[in-house]
């Protein structure tokens, strides 16, 4: 994780940054016109018992319900240019749900 923040030349990137109404666990902004997507990120790490698919439902939901892009929003991000991410760790398993801020709003 160090490493990703450390050295994006592409992206400001922010561990567990203030924004909306929490903490996104990763926040990725652009620095050049040429990449624009910016990136919400959201980890969970999860029981074998538990439903992955549901998890990763509700992650993408607490990144929309916790307005997490408004941080990347007020920076001058256009909220078709934000790309939430659910990251979910089951023991072997993951699974990466994903969703485009403004098809949300």
Known sequence: ???????NKLRNVGSNPES??????????PKI????????????????NEDINNVCSQALAQIHEKV??????????????????????????VMVGEEWVGENS
């Open 1 to 7: 994780m160090k490493n990703i923040i450390s050295h």
């Open 20 to 29: 909306g109404y929490g903490r996104a666990d990763i926040i990725m902004v």
């Open 33 to 48: 016109p040429k990449y624009p997507t910016a990136y919400l990120i959201e980890f969970k790490s999860i029981n074998q």
């Open 68 to 93: 997490y892009s408004s941080a990347v929003h007020n920076a001058g991000i256009h909220l078709e240019q934000i790309r939430s991410l659910a990251i979910i760790l089951q023991g072997k398993r």
